[in-house]
């Protein structure tokens, strides 16, 4: 949390885009399909600021559920989130609750 | 992923008879069936869920191309079937545009990664301008399966 204050911190200093960047963990078992995608784009499209989320390989649109759904994030997966623009923090808090605290109103994995 | 692991070339449909999203799917699911890839008798009962799924939320995500799916203890592998419609489908697109290119879906059940792992592949191509083309101008299943192959050997097709 320190490390993000202060990143948007700068941003404002310098009068730049407010850039805040977490990493989220997909905690549903059937992972990031269709469905948890499309909640996930309805989620980064109620903010104004650019969405981007990266895994290890690929960093795509937060906002196109066809550029996430080639994230492939499996349960476990943890995904890197960039969010861009003067909402960046609400967008980065809305977004954390969906996927870690709600986790897609999907089941976790059985143990 | 590759298509070739998961597209059942056998049940490519290179153009529709059914002008309409249900139509479309029982089409495809039917020619799965014929096909051999879907468990006996599990044809109708596949056809309404995929369709149940499809009134759930549109798969049709834009730029002229659906892909509707369901899991189902049907098949123990993921398994494809392509559809192509020159006329074009209404699918309730999010971009509100007609399709004409369906990719048909089926996931195991128990194997929640590798449908993540078949989707991806699909849109990671279909994401491609060029490959959305080069696959609505495909007029036969044997042009659709070398397409696919190609994408296979080229990721930025």
């Known amino acids: 949390m320190r490390e993000q204050d202060l990143k ?104 | 992923m590759k298509f070739a692991d998961f597209v059942c070339f056998d049940a490519t449909i290179p153009e529709l008879k059914t002008g309409d999203r249900d139509g479309v799917i029982a089409e495809l699911v039917a020619s799965l069936d014929k096909a051999g890839r879907l468990g006996k008798g599990r044809c109708q009962e596949i056809v309404m869920v995929v369709i149940k799924r499809e009134k759930e939320a549109s798969t049709g995500m834009g730029k002229g191309v659906a892909v509707p799916h369901v899991k189902h203890q049907a098949v123990k592998d993921v398994v494809a079937a392509i559809g192509q419609s020159s006329a074009g489908i209404d699918f309730s697109a999010l971009d509100k545009q007609l399709v004409y290119s369906v990719i048909l879906l089926i996931s195991p059940v128990d194997n929640p990664d590798k449908h993540l792992q078949a989707m991806e592949n699909i849109f990671k191509h279909l994401q491609q301008e060029k490959f959305r083309r080069f696959l609505r101008q495909s007029q036969t299943a044997e042009q659709i399966e070398s397409l696919l192959r190609e994408a296979d050997e080229n990721p930025s097709l």
């Open chain 1, 8 to 111: 948007m911190q700068a941003g404002q200093d310098s009068l730049a885009k407010l850039v805040c960047e977490t990493e989220l963990e997909i905690k549903n078992a059937d992972g990031l399909h269709m469905r948890p995608a499309m909640q996930f784009v309805d989620a980064a499209s109620q903010f104004d600021c650019d969405v981007t989320v990266s895994n290890s390989e690929n960093s795509v649109d937060g906002k196109s559920v066809m550029q996430m759904s080639m994230l492939a994030a499996t349960c476990g997966t943890k995904l890197k989130i960039k969010a861009e623009g003067a909402d960046a923090q609400k967008a980065v808090d809305a977004l954390r609750e969906l996927v870690e605290e709600k986790h897609f109103d999907e089941p976790t994995p059985k143990v």
